[in-house]
C-alpha cells in the first residue's frame, strides 16, 4: 500500500477544489517533519520541482538551538539554502487536515544538486544502493509505542509539566474494554493514517498506563521509514486535534515502563526470503546468521542510532521490557535482538533497543550497515541466550549512558566506512551537545534531593 496519490490526481484534487494545501516536508536530524505549507496550486504549477530551505535545519536541536561547531553549516558559513526537491513516490493525503496532501522531499546541495550527506533519508539510501549492490532488498518494520495524556500540550506546558495524567487509569495491554476508553482518539489515528495510505495493521493498549502501540505492515527499507516520521506526526496532529497530548519520548516518568520502537527486518532476492533455510533447525540461513552477527558484533557503536538522547538511557530498566544486554534469543523479549518467525517465510530479526525517540531513517541504517558487514565479514553467529536474560553474566551490555554511546560510535570502524567519516562526526556532535546542554541544567531531581539535605 504506498502513498495514495499521483501527481495527476494531485492536480485534478487541485482543479477540483479538493485540495488546497501541499505539505513539502524532509526528516530532520531528530526524525521530525521540517517544510513548507504550499498553495496548491503553486505546488503543482511549479514548486513540484524544487524549492528551498535553510540548511540550518540539520545543524540544531531539539530546540532548534543553533548548535556551533559543525561542518556542514553554521554563522561563519552565512547559513545558506538546501534544495528541498519533493520526492513525487510519497505523495499522499492528509485526512485529519483539511484539504491538505503532503509529499516527501530530499535534501540537495543548492549548487551541486548532490544529496546532502548528513541527511537521515540519503544516509538509510545509501545503505539500501549498498545491499542492492550486494543483491538483497531490505525489508523492514517498526512498532512505535508512545503515551497519550488526558490534557492538550499546551495545557500541559502551562503547567511546566506538572501532574501529567495519562489518558487511562491503570494498564490496558492488550485490554479490549480499557481500550475501548481511549477508542475516541486512538480509532481516529488509525483510520487517518490508514486515509494517508499508511497500511496500519492495529494498535493496542501497552504495559503502562495511558501507554499506546500502533503497527503499520512492514515494507522497503526506505518506505517504512518514511511511514514512521508520518505515523508520528500524525499522532500528535490527531492527538492534538482531540484535546489529547502524545509523547514519543523514550522515558517521560521513572515510575513508568518506556516506550520503545522495535525494528524488524529481513532481506529479501525478489520474492525470496534470504533468510530461510527449511534445512536449518530455526529455518535460519548461514546468511541471517552473519547478517545477526554483524549486529551483535556491532551493537554497541550504532547504540548512539538507537538512543540518541540523554533520556533514551533512562528506558534500559531491568524487569520493563526494554532490554540491556545486546545478544540474541528465539522469541525472547528480555534479548536486544530476538528471532521471531521461526522456521517460518516471515523469518527475521527484531532489535528491541531503540526507544520511541529514535531517528527512524538513522536507526534502520545502522542496524543495515552493522547486518551487511556481517556478511561481508562472514561472521559466525554466536550462541543465543535463552531464560532471563536480564540476569545473564559476562555477556555484550547495551551502552549505560550517551557518553559511552557517543564515544564508541565516535571509534567505530564499521561506522565510520558504512557512512563516512562526515556522517558520523556530526552525528556524534549533536550528542556531544547534548550532553553539554544536560550537565549544565540544574534538574528537580538534584533540587529536591539536596535543597534542605545538603
Not at 524544487?50 to 535545519?57: A, I, K, Q, R, V
Not at 548461514?286 to 542510532?305: C, E, I, N, P, S
Request: proline share 3%; net charge negative.
Amino acid at each position: 500500500m504506498p502513498a495514495n496519490l499521483t501527481f495527476d490526481a494531485l492536480k485534478k484534487a487541485v482543479a477540483s477544489g479538493e485540495i488546497d494545501t501541499v505539505l513539502v516536508a524532509f526528516p530532520d536530524m531528530q526524525g521530525r517533519l521540517m517544510g513548507k505549507r504550499f498553495v496548491a496550486q503553486h505546488f503543482v504549477d511549479s514548486a513540484w520541482e524544487e524549492t528551498h530551505c535553510c540548511n540550518y535545519l540539520l545543524a540544531v536541536d531539539v530546540e532548534m538551538f543553533t548548535v556551533p561547531g559543525y561542518k556542514s553549516a553554521g554563522w561563519e558559513k552565512g547559513y545558506g539554502d538546501y534544495t528541498m526537491k519533493p520526492d513525487l513516490s510519497t505523495l499522499r493525503l492528509v485526512p485529519w487536515l483539511e484539504g491538505t496532501a503532503l509529499c516527501l522531499a530530499d535534501l540537495l546541495d543548492h549548487h551541486t544538486h548532490e544529496e546532502i550527506a548528513v541527511s537521515p533519508r540519503a544516509i538509510l539510501k545509501r545503505q539500501i544502493a549498498r545491499a542492492k549492490a550486494m543483491g538483497f532488498d531490505a525489508m523492514m518494520a517498526t512498532e512505535l509505542e508512545f503515551f497519550l495524556f488526558q490534557d492538550s500540550y499546551d495545557a500541559i506546558t502551562d503547567r511546566n509539566f506538572q501532574d501529567l495524567k495519562p489518558l487511562g487509569r491503570h494498564n490496558i495491554d492488550y485490554a479490549i474494554f480499557g481500550t475501548t476508553k481511549e477508542e475516541g482518539v486512538m480509532r481516529a489515528i488509525r483510520n487517518g493514517l490508514w486515509g494517508a495510505g499508511i497500511p496500519i495493521e492495529n494498535s493496542k493498549g501497552e504495559a503502562e498506563v495511558g501507554q499506546e502501540e500502533i503497527n503499520a505492515k512492514y515494507s522497503d527499507a526506505l518506505d517504512t521509514c518514511d511511514m514512521h516520521a508520518i505515523i508520528k506526526n500524525g499522532v500528535k496532529e490527531i492527538a492534538f486535534r482531540h484535546g489529547h497530548a502524545a509523547t514519543f519520548m523514550a522515558k517521560y516518568d521513572h515510575r513508568r515502563a518506556g516506550s520503545s520502537s522495535h525494528v524488524h527486518q529481513s532481506l529479501w532476492q525478489g520474492s525470496k526470503p534470504a533468510f530461510r533455510d527449511e534445512k536449518d533447525p530455526h529455518g535460519m540461513s548461514d546468511l541471517m546468521k552473519h547478517y545477526v552477527a554483524g549486529q551483535l558484533a556491532y551493537a554497541r557503536d550504532f547504540t548512539l542510532m538507537l538512543a540518541p538522547y540523554i533520556n533514551s538511557y533512562k528506558r534500559f530498566v531491568v524487569g520493563m521490557f526494554a532490554p540491556t544486554k545486546a545478544v540474541w534469543s528465539l522469541d525472547n523479549r528480555t534479548a536486544g535482538f530476538r528471532v521471531c518467525g521461526e522456521n517460518t517465510k516471515a523469518i527475521r530479526v527484531e532489535c528491541r533497543i531503540g526507544g520511541a525517540d529514535l531517528n527512524p531513517y538513522m536507526a534502520c541504517a545502522a542496524l543495515l550497515a552493522a547486518g551487511l558487514a556481517g556478511i561481508e565479514e562472514k561472521l559466525a553467529l554466536e550462541k543465543s541466550v535463552d531464560g532471563d536474560v536480564y540476569n545473564a553474566k559476562r555477556v555484550r551490555e547495551i551502552p549505560h549512558t550517551l557518553v559511552e554511546a557517543a564515544a564508541l560510535a565516535n571509534k567505530s570502524k564499521m561506522l565510520r566506512a558504512a557512512f563516512g567519516d562526515d556522517v558520523v562526526d556530526h552525528y556524534v556532535h549533536a550528542a556531544h551537545w547534548e550532553i553539554e546542554e544536560q550537565n549544565r541544567v540544574v534538574t528537580d531531581w538534584e533540587v529536591k534531593r539536596g535543597f534542605e539535605r545538603l
